[in-house]
Nanobody, 127 residues
Framework: EVQLVESGGGLVQAGGSLRLSCAASGFTFDAYAIGWFRQAPGKEREGVSC????????YYADSVKGRFTISRDSAKNTVYLQMNSLKPEDTAVYYC????????????????????WGQGTQVTVSS
């Protein structure tokens, strides 16, 4: 059974940090690019960051560039999103997703590129 389980969300003050984790199981982890998406109330889901299956390529939305860092640990089948200097506008439900990809291809932050999705974790940043 394919599973993506997010953890690490919570309530934090503006300027604080959180590290989200996405634990994957049930598929060949190293064959999949992993993306992080978020959806705030009343807004469309947006691609925040992604990492290629090789780990060599990453993407960040302009809104998080310089503040968020994505990484993957193949030994643990886990992808992390380190979020620093958090802002109230980062408040959203964060989802991780996995997309089968030719090895080494750059990841793409589009919903349609991903096959499996987690249930999401809430991140709330207070001002």
């Amino acid at each position: 059974e394919v599973q993506l389980v997010e953890s690490g969300g919570g309530l934090v003050q503006a300027g604080g940090s959180l590290r989200l984790s996405c634990a994957a199981s049930g598929f060949t982890f190293d064959a999949y690019a992993i993306g992080w998406f978020r959806q705030a109330p009343g807004k469309e889901r947006e691609g925040v960051s992604c990492i290629s299956n090789s780990g060599a390529s990453t993407y960040y939305a302009d809104s998080v560039k310089g503040r968020f860092t994505i990484s993957r640990d193949s030994a643990k089948n886990t992808v992390y999103l380190q979020m620093n200097s958090l802002k109230p506008e980062d408040t959203a439900v964060y989802y991780c997703a996995a997309g089968l990809s030719p090895y080494g291809r750059s990841c793409r932050p589009a919903d349609g590129e991903y096959d499996y999705w987690g249930q999401g974790t809430q991140v709330t940043v207070s001002s």
